[in-house]
């Protein structure tokens, strides 16, 4: 067991660190893209344009060697425009089914708050279920299937803000931030020639990410890290600020995602520290606050902050 957790912990790194040669100083997001991936979920990344969301998800799909499609999202565009349309053939008289974009490994859906509801909805049956169904016929997607979508969170003139359901299908939403000065600077020097992203090569296969989500399972989780993780969810709901908790996919988001950061970490258990570093990625999109709770700067990703005061930690001392 340790060898293949050495094994795995290596597999992924490799990742990280192949990544991390287009995303400058952004560790931490570049290791939650990747716990996303090899816990079989998708990822929400929101933040200011230019800090580098689109980069990450291309290096990502190019440091795993799998097919990478990119969906610039608009007010016109229409779902068909995604999944795929059947159209007919005169040739052969009989209908044929086109593939859209979705039909790929590893789907950058830009900027997915530009699209009107009916486009997003197009993606859930995908994202939740790995099949899409066009014209009665259910497709499987290929494996393994991940979808990165963006979105700018400060411009709302022409943008449709994503569903409780639509968000609740994304395992983590994380954030990119602005690099310090000297980052700006080393980003400055790498892409003086040519961009980093050109002379990127893959570092794993779809197989060794296959490989990769197998792994995750096999990480132990502790009765008490369980209870800790329901505790935590349950304070999503129960919370005087809230408005509307976190579903259970929350529970199973942050009991995958824990697993991986593990694996990352070179574990084959789980500690309350992995599931603490989790909450906010994974639950902060999950539970709105009332309006009389909120208060100015506050938002989803304070409200867990708080929750992770509250609830107790298991095997830590109480406070005296």
């Known amino acids: 067991m340790a060898a293949k957790i050495a094994q ?3 597999l992924a790194q490799k990742i990280v660190d192949n990544v991390e040669k287009v995303m400058v100083g952004k560790t931490e997001a570049v290791k939650l893209a990747v ?4 816990s079989q979920g998708h990822l929400l990344i929101e933040d200011a344009p230019g800090v580098g969301k689109t980069m ?3 290096s990502l799909a190019k440091s795993i060697n799998c097919s990478f499609k990119r969906i610039q999202f608009t007010p016109d565009i229409l779902p068909g425009d995604i999944t795929g349309v059947t159209v007919y053939n005169q ?4 209908f044929e089914f086109r593939p859209g974009p979705i039909m790929t490994q590893v789907l ?3 900027e997915i708050n530009r699209a009107t509801p009916k486009v997003q909805s197009a993606l859930l049956e995908a994202m939740g279920e790995m099949q899409i169904t066009v014209d009665g016929v259910t497709r499987p997607m290929p494996s393994p299937f991940h979808v990165l979508a963006t979105q700018n969170p400060l411009e709302y003139e022409g943008t449709f803000p994503l569903p409780e359901t639509q968000l609740d299908r994304f395992l983590l939403r994380i954030n990119i931030g602005y690099p310090t000065s000297s980052e700006e600077i080393a980003i400055i020097e790498r892409q003086r020639y040519v961009h980093p992203i050109e002379g990127l090569k893959h570092v794993v296969d779809a197989a060794d990410v296959l490989a990769l989500q197998e792994a995750v399972r096999e990480i132990y989780v502790d009765d008490l890290v369980k209870q800790y993780i329901v505790a935590l969810v349950a304070a999503t709901r129960n919370h005087p600020s809230a408005f509307l908790g976190s579903s259970p996919r929350g529970s199973l988001a942050l009991f995958r995602t824990a697993q991986a950061r593990a694996l990352l970490e070179g574990r084959d258990f789980v500690q309350p520290d992995d599931v ?3 909450a906010g990625p994974a639950l902060a999109h999950r539970a709105l ?4 709770g909120q208060s100015p700067g506050k938002d989803g990703r304070a409200f867990i902050a708080e929750i992770l005061e509250t609830v107790a930690v298991p095997g830590a001392l109480p406070d005296r």
Do not use: F, G, M
Request: no cysteine.
């Open 276 to 278: 603490k570093a989790l």
């Open 35 to 38: 716990i996303a991936l090899i």
């Open 289 to 292: 606050v009332s309006s009389q």
């Open 8 to 10: 795995s912990q290596e």
């Open 108 to 110: 950058l859906a830009d």
């Open 56 to 58: 990450l998800a291309r």
């Open 91 to 94: 040739k052969t008289a009989d």
